[in-house]
């Protein structure tokens, strides 16, 4: 991680540098005894974490938090200060940890604990630091370490949808016909071919502008991404739902940990894109995502977490109104806190929109499981 300190006095400085780099886990890689300086470069140096003193001249610490959040909002930091007077309101402009002086290597480490903790926690979706990442799911982003490089600009939306044609045929040859009838169809075979000669070139730029080492490779009449040196949301998230669940028993920790895996699907794959050739794969994710937040509602039912289940099957429901076991698990859940008017009211309401919207009637699993909870209250 990439640090930058901030304070007025410059004993200070060197000596929170000198404990810092005893730790081993950050590299300081600016020090500034002026705010002003420090927001300055802060475009230029791109940290990740900023430690700041509070009672400076000319811009306080909590001066340079309200400026830093204009150029970047989401950038984490730690006080540092003499006066413990500031702690309340450091803390409710969210900073990660206050420091009182003089720092010691023991508060440190705590310190650099829950920057670790909190770096993991955002990251989760990078398998190494420093690895660039693509999301797909929602719209086409690069990203590349939090707060670090600014993504670069598509020219052209063709440009962008062939990277993303050969991203979602990863590490596959593609050949040159199957991108012309894809992405041109209804060109003129030579203009059709000009405009792919001229997004491979864009592409190639868009890369290199982002850093990456990945290239457009063309062989046999035919493109491919190589040398990729990025990971996607998408394999993030196909790896990681076959560890939820799995009979285990459900424990706060396991259902937040579930949580924060499910929390990389941001949207539907390529959804803000008009892909036509991305539908398919949606669909599978779409079908993924669904059956996983099924299976975590069903196992925080049976945990007795019957408030967190009910409001996840409540974001199910507006995806997928239709859904018969989705259906039945919210009339447990209604069950299970004993509000058996809601049973009713939901189960109604289910009925009604089957009938109204497709002419069907629920499955003959669903009313068995509405009358088997009306005959248990009885």
């Not at 650099?112 to 660039?132: C, E, F, V």
């Not at 993924?288 to 945990?303: D, F, G, K, R, V």
Request: proline share 3%; net charge negative; aromatic share 10%.
């Amino acid at each position: 991680m990439r640090a930058v300190l901030v304070d007025d006095e410059k004993p200070a400085l060197l000596q929170l540098e000198r404990l810092i780099l005893a730790d081993g886990r950050m590299d300081v890689i600016g020090k500034y005894t002026s705010a002003k300086t420090c927001i300055e470069r802060l475009e230029i140096d791109q940290p990740d974490i900023l430690f700041l003193d509070i009672s400076m001249p000319g811009m306080n610490g909590l001066e340079v938090v309200e400026r830093m959040r204009q150029v970047n909002g989401d950038l984490p930091f730690v006080y540092v200060t003499a006066h413990s007077a500031y702690a309340i309101e450091a803390f409710g402009l969210n900073a990660l940890d206050y420091l009182l002086k003089p720092v010691t290597s023991k508060r440190l480490t705590q310190t650099l604990d829950r920057i670790q903790h909190y770096w993991n926690r955002t990251m989760i979706h990078a398998s190494a630091p420093g690895k660039k990442r693509i999301l797909c799911f929602g719209q086409l982003e690069f990203v590349m370490r939090i707060n670090r490089h600014k993504p670069p600009k598509w020219r052209t939306l063709k440009a962008k949808e062939l990277f993303a044609y050969l991203l979602h045929h990863s590490g596959q040859w593609v050949a040159k016909e199957r991108l012309l009838e894809t992405l041109w169809p209804d060109l003129e075979y030579d203009k059709a071919v000009t405009h792919l000669h001229t997004s491979v070139y864009q592409v190639r730029n868009v890369l290199k502008k982002w850093g990456s080492q990945a290239v457009v490779g063309y062989a046999h009449d035919s493109y491919c991404l190589e040398q990729i040196d990025w990971t996607t949301d998408v394999e993030a998230f196909e790896q990681l739902m076959g560890t939820i669940g799995g009979g285990q028993e459900l424990t706060r920790e396991s259902r937040e940990a579930y949580d924060r895996k499910l929390a990389l699907y941001r949207g539907d794959y390529l959804d803000h894109h008009d892909f036509p050739w991305a539908v398919a794969r949606r669909s599978k994710l779409q079908k993924q995502y669904t059956n996983a937040m099924l299976e975590l509602a069903h196992a925080e039912l049976q945990a007795g977490f019957v408030a967190e289940a009910m409001e996840r099957l409540a974001v199910l429901q507006d995806k997928e109104p239709y859904s018969d076991e989705m259906c039945r698990l919210i009339l447990s859940a209604y069950a299970n806190v004993g509000n058996w008017e809601l049973v009713r009211c939901h189960y109604d309401k289910f009925e009604r929109l089957l009938q109204a919207d497709l002419g069907i009637e629920p499955d003959a699993e669903t009313i068995k499981c509405y009358e088997q909870l009306v005959n248990q209250r009885k």
